[in-house]
């Protein structure tokens, strides 16, 4: 299990500065919208200046035609982060065609896709989707492990299933881990660290516990100790 900090506070300069402060650890850092909407590759590179070992996560959730999706996946390989992800619900072609363009790198970043995001609860989900949390996380996990994705995210509680259905290398990235019980803010699915660890989870997602806590790099110390 590999530990992934949300970088989502309101600026660089306190993104940089939680970096900063974590730096001795070679954590995953997962770079979202905000942070890459507003600070975009020099964040990127500023991060790797930090400490060159830390792994970057490009959070931005692809969802378009195939073409465009390859197109903006090798954008996203030419950055030289480590792992990004799609959306499952794109559909096989796209994950095909993105998968296909990216082969020509020789050292292609990971690339997962999103499932059933862990801010859904099951009544809002099946209006969109028809069918139980559940069944459509490891329909898309399938169907993404058949067109050679690296993993999914999705919630801790889907993780044991996907692996199950797929293989025990294909990798489950998971957001909505309150390691020690925090506030679950506005995600709906939330684990402990014992469970994701239980479950088989290959990257726990941690954001607000850290960043908020009024001394992340402890609070870091004793995730890290956990995994
Ligand atoms: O603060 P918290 O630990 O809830 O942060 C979770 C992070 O994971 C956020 O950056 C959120 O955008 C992201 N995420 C998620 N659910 C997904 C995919 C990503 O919560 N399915």
Known sequence: MELCVALDLPSAQENLELAESLKSYNIWMKVGFRAYIRDGKPFIEALKEINPEFKIFLDLKLYDIPNTMADASEEIAKLGVDMFNIHASAGAVAMKTVMDRLSTYEKRPLVLAVTALTS?????????????????????AMMSYENGLDGVVCSTFESRAIKNATSNSFLTLC???????????????????????EEGVDFPVIGRPIYKDINPLEKVKKIVDII
């Open 175 to 197: 957001p909505g881990i309150r390691p020690f019980g925090e506030d679950a803010g506005d995600q709906q699915r939330v684990a402990t660290l014992e469970l994701a660890k």
């Open 120 to 140: 859904f609860d099951e009544e809002n989900f099946s209006a969109i989707y028809e069918k139980s949390i559940n069944e459509k996380a490891e329909q898309f």
